[in-house]
């Protein structure tokens, strides 16, 4: 097998551990796409082991073979079509007799199969105890323990998988399907290799026997000319089936699937009284209690934001100084005489006062991601997404989809990808139009800019003498909060009215509690942060030095500058004031030609146009265009907003921070009608773009208008109130 090239094919149930050890198997080494024709992710990657070069596929998560779901069908196909070297079946250890359905199933397909027992640690914990030696016998394929996410036994499964290149099948025992049924699957087996094809031509039985359409299709491309011959005599043979056993024929298959599973797991594996009492149940009787469930969630999503301000703040300030000292360094390469220099502006006002702007906020994004990875890693988000449960039926939706929504709270773009695993497209297209409205990491710099500039003080008080509260956290809490309501207002007004239906019922898998490793903890932190920092470093730097650009040209005329130089040279002239006046006079005056000259610029007379629109907002031109340009990225409006603060400071000079700018600019009023409508208006251009290829560009446009619609409404509703109590 010496220089070999092969290819492995990783199924399993969702929930399994199987991304975990398509992770440890390829480590970086990994392509993320779509199958052809279909929006199921389609995730690919390399290894070595040996001496052999491996290309590793990890399939859609699916219990079964059967075409009820896209994701079974991508899933099938793939085996049938691209007919890998050998597929690796990831069962969950503490679960076996739900996750072996879908290795009979493979068996039957035909396929070189190897099992590989995840989470053996958890089954360990949970009193059960394996004799996979004789399970494997019984199956007739090997298996092989495994440890996903420490790693563990994974070395030990590519031996195996490279063992079972080239073997014949002959030894994987399938289910009998007793002598009722078994003669009838051998009559008709027959028949399909003398009309059509000598492969899989029991697994092709079976699926005639099940009126499986996307078999009768298949077959129907292999062999047109008999495929009428071969739906008739299964429809004959299901239907004697069917009064004999007294159940449809899918049921009958199922219910001995589940015979030959339960049969073998009776002999090989026994369990301890402690399973009585698992650690995870005593936690669930806690954490998804009935009246306890939703206030605990709440506390812990508040906890999440405390941690994130109380640590990541000094880092911030700190990183705020670091930018000011690199611009004032920077400036002063050019001396005063430099001051009018489009590089230095480029350079001073466009990228390190907007980009700079926009990755100070990164301690926060790492601190923020590391709090979610963890309690996604311990098994938390998906108790989240049951509490949740009884919440979401009543608007037409259920727990399932929660957990996008969760996702929501890193980025769009993958919540909206998450989406697939809803079964019904009124879910999902529900869902996809209310994502945005759950607040992404991108518009954290927003909340921190804001709340940095307009509520400076951190008052700590204790909360039943146990939790810390500070004004930071509840702020950040509170719009967190309000995005969510209004997700969940919106769904039932759209489950109402454009995607009428019954919410689909569904078994909301609940997998055990787990210590997260710090490995694994810092590679979910790091790889949603490295997106952020690679975001400012190319989307966010291109466009702010676009905006820098509009913001810098075109200059005031001569005749202008000239009323401002005057200006200058009549109170230089003035014997009466001291020195100190005439500074703070020369000063407004050099502020006062900035502001014209930013008023003047392309995007200030841009600004000025749409500047109408946003006025009942409380809006002003500065940040009515910030609030455009956000729709490239929303990080955009923190970098914005430094540029015209940079290129045009109106305000004291003392005032060198961007929040300090902000805080003698505006009210806090304003500065929530900000994060206001950050929150609600339209998605970015990516978020945009990932809704049209998911659900087409009539719900996209929707999803923009209302969202875009709503903003308006609700930042106005806000102000204007505000301003007449204020």
Partial sequence: MKDKHLTIALAGNPNSGKTTVFNAITGARQHVGNYPGVTVEKKTGSATHGDVRLDVVDLPGTYSLTAYSIEEVVTRNFLLDEKPDVVVDIVDSSNLERNLYLATQLMELGVPLVL?????????????????????????????????????????????????????????????????????????????????????????????????????????????????????????????????CGDVAEIIFADRRYGFISGACTEAVTQSVERRHEHSDRIDAVMTNRYLGLPIFAILMYLVFQLTFSVGNPVVDAFDGWKGDLAGAVSGLWGESGADSVLRSLLVDGIIEGVGAVLVFTPLIMLLFLAIAFLEDSGYMARAAFVIDRLMHKIGLHGKSFIPMLIGFGCTVPAIMATRTLETRRDRLTTILVLPLMSCGARLPIYVLILGAFFPINIVLWLFGIFPVTNHALWLFLIYMIGIALAIICAKIFR???????????????????????????????????????????????????????????????????????????????????????????????????????????????????????????????????????FAAKEVFVGQMGVLYSVGDDVDE????????????????????????CLISMPCMVTLAVTVREAGWQWAMLQVTYLTVLAWVLTTIVYQVGSRLV
């Fill in 116 to 244: 590989a027992f995840n989470m053996s640690d958890v089954a360990a914990s949970r009193g059960y105890n394996i004799d996979e030696e004789k399970l494997s016998e019984l199956l007739g394929v090997p298996i092989v323990n495994t440890v996903g996410h420490k790693g563990k036994g994974i070395s030990e499964l590519l031996d195996a998988a490279l063992a079972s290149v080239g073997k014949t099948t002959s030894e994987q025992r399938y289910p009998n399907y007793g002598r009722e049924v078994e003669p009838h699957i051998l009559q008709l087996t027959e028949l399909v290799e003398q009309k059509c094809s000598k492969q899989r031509s029991r697994w092709f039985a079976i699926k005639l026997l099940e009126n499986d359409d996307e078999t009768i299709k298949r077959l129907g491309q292999v062999c047109p000319e008999h495929i009428e011959e071969l739906t008739l005599e299964a429809e004959r043979i299901r239907k004697h089936i069917e009064s004999i």
């Fill in 496 to 630: 109402g009215t454009l995607l009428k239906g019954e919410a689909t019922p569904f078994v909301m898998e609940l997998p055990p509690y787990r210590m997260p490793t710090i490995k694994g903890l810092a590679i979910h932190m790091w790889e949603r942060t490295w997106l952020y920092i690679k975001k400012a470093g190319t989307i966010i730097l291109a466009i702010v030095v676009v905006l820098w650009a509009l913001a810098y040209w075109p200059k005031l005329g001569d005749e202008k500058r000239a009323v401002f130089e005057q200006q200058r040279t009549v109170v230089q002239a003035e014997q009466q004031a001291d020195a100190t006046q005439i500074s703070d006079r020369i000063t407004k005056i050099d502020a006062a030609e900035r502001e014209a000259e930013l008023e003047h610029s392309a995007i200030g007379r841009a600004g000025k146009t749409i500047a109408p629109v946003f006025k009942p907002c409380g809006f002003d031109w500065k940040i009515s265009t910030a609030a455009i340009a956000a």
């Fill in 654 to 677: 003392e005032s060198v921070d961007l929040r300090e700018k902000l805080a003698a600019k505006y009210t806090p009023l304003i500065g929530f009608c900000i994060m206001l409508f």
